[in-house]
């Protein structure tokens, strides 16, 4: 069955719900197209316990409509998964976007037809749909990575990934239980496995940098402040490098113009409070190595002193650059390491062996287990769209165009694959901000564009190699005047084996949006547009 629209989105997450609202405002027909037998992303897949967001529920939320900011009541500081899936519920209804979804509906190929400038997608299920635009809502994180070790098959027990969490509860109550990974997820999963575990295990590569969320019930009076001004509230968000946290302005101020007593009390306020702020405490911190230094330590001591057994707290203690990798927010995680049924094993110094059928063999012993979680991550930003068979002009692959890199101009469009949008892909933002925040900003300059491709009788849209070429040196540049690629992080791809190590986000968000803004009023330069042979009678 082949069904034609205006345009195909690609993923009913939080982006693909935007974008699907801002397609119909241009008056275009559309269809989204969603692996999952329901909306949310990765909300949608990320059941396991603990799920909650890093970003706070006041900022983590839509802005495209006043009446549904002034509506929804959010309840904490942080909304976990079971919350922000019922806004996503709410979002679905209250704007009536499920006509136009089809799910459990997995995206497989994609193919553009230059004669007609149309593509056709085609879904695992045979279906095709052919549309004159795609736009690609897949997700940051939404491609799971499973690291590949001997025998991992053969396990009898359940093996779990936390990014494809199984709908049916998953009981831990007096068994042994191995996770694998100390990013995000394991951070947020690990206290409550171990409250219910008779044993667990936890297999970490690199500790890394966790900080107290400070998650508390959302503060009635401080929710009806900010929707008194919630456009002058998202103003002075859009101002910060992260799109967000303009309630907790950064300093400025090098660290090193504070004493030691100044400093302490400066950390302190911001480990109490909660959050990343502790990358705000010192304007120099993600820039001089010396300053950051600084910073780390401070968290160094906080693991000493929670962590009661030293030998364990030194494998949690990180030794890189502190914002370099993702910074991980989570309540009770150190304290966990001083329960009595959890271990530590150090697999970087102690590699992965095997997996039997009931154990996991590493170079240190073996550990006898009912549940292997792998709390592993994403092959992220480009993941889930290298793994989609991607075709564009000439048959040109799009893990063939990226394959020493993904390259972009603005993280929109890429050359070759004309009328082919990409939301928060490499080269923009995305994972860097507040990704509310650059969903809203790529959603609204998408659906601007259509506007004036259809109202100017433009047939297609396509990045230029010049300047994605130039983009792509911008933001390795903006990226160098930091310390973000100083280590072997997800930005880059290094959790990944064989793919290119290119730092993918870029950095700053409002020099960004105000350059995209400029580049939609002067007729989208460094895009080629070709118009139609007939003018367009659109409007």
């Not at 968290?299 to 030794?319: H, S």
Request: net charge negative.
């Amino acid at each position: 069955m082949t069904d034609k629209f205006d345009v195909v989105i690609v993923g009913a997450g939080l982006a693909g719900l935007q974008m699907l609202h801002e397609v119909r405002e241009a008056g275009l027909t559309a269809r989204v197209l969603e692996a999952g037998d329901g909306a949310g992303g990765t909300w949608y897949w990320n059941r396991y316990p603990g799920a909650r967001c890093d970003v706070e529920s006041l900022e983590y939320s839509y802005q495209f409509s006043p009446e549904l900011q002034q509506d929804w009541e959010w309840t904490r500081r942080y909304a976990g998964r079971a919350e922000i899936m019922r806004y996503i519920g709410h979002v679905v209804d209250r704007f009536d976007l499920a006509r136009d979804i089809r799910f459990r509906t997995r995206v497989e190929a994609m193919t553009y037809d230059e004669p007609t400038a149309t593509w056709t997608v085609r879904a695992d299920s045979g279906d095709e749909v052919v549309a004159r635009f795609v736009i690609m809502a897949t997700g940051c994180l939404s491609e799971p990575n499973v690291p590949d070790i001997p025998g991992v098959a053969t396990f009898a027990g359940d093996v779990l990934h936390t990014g494809r969490w199984p709908r049916e509860p998953v009981g831990f109550t007096g068994k042994r239980v191995g996770v694998v990974g100390t990013g995000s997820s394991g951070v947020q999963a690990i206290p409550i496995m171990a409250k219910a575990a008779a044993e667990l295990v936890v297999f970490q590569r690199t500790p890394a940098y966790t900080l107290p969320a400070g998650d508390e019930p959302l503060d009635p009076a401080l929710q009806a402040a900010i929707k008194a001004d919630y456009a002058g509230f998202r103003a002075r968000n859009n101002e910060m490098p992260t799109a967000g946290l303009s309630r907790f302005p950064a300093n400025p101020n090098s660290v090193f113009l504070f004493s030691a007593k100044e400093r302490e009390a400066i950390f302190e306020h911001c480990w109490n409070r909660g959050g990343p702020l502790l990358l705000r405490a010192f304007g120099d911190s993600l820039v001089d190595p010396a300053a950051n230094e600084v910073v780390a330590e401070y968290v160094r001591g906080k693991i000493r002193e929670i962590v009661t057994d030293p030998e364990v707290a030194a494998k949690l203690t990180p030794t890189h650059v502190i914002g370099c990798k993702r910074i991980c927010l989570g309540d009770g995680y150190y304290e966990t390491y001083n329960r009595p049924n959890v271990r530590l094993a150090d697999i970087a110094a102690h590699p992965f062996e095997e997996v039997t059928p009931t154990s996991v063999r590493t170079g240190e012993g073996t550990y006898e287990l009912d549940v292997l979680v792998f709390a592993t991550g994403y092959d992220a930003i480009t993941g889930a769209l290298s793994r989609i068979d991607i075709r564009g002009r000439d048959g040109l692959a799009l893990r063939e165009a990226w394959s020493a890199g993904p390259r972009t101009y603005l993280g929109l469009g890429v050359p070759g694959f004309p009328n082919l949008f990409t939301m928060t892909g490499p080269g923009s933002p995305s994972v860097l901000t507040n990704v509310l925040v650059a969903i809203h900003q790529h959603a609204t300059w998408i659906g601007r564009c259509l506007r004036h491709l259809a109202g100017n009788g433009i047939r297609t849209i396509e990045a230029t190699p010049e300047a994605a070429e130039a983009w792509g040196h911008h933001v390795g540049d903006v990226a160098e005047r930091t310390l973000l690629p100083s280590c072997g992080s997800w930005y880059l791809g290094a959790n990944i084996p064989g793919k290119k190590r290119v730092f993918m986000p870029l950095v700053g968000f409002p020099d960004y949006a105000e350059r995209c803004a400029a580049i939609a009023a002067t007729g989208y330069p460094g895009f080629a547009l070709a118009h139609d042979p007939v003018p367009a009678t659109r409007s």
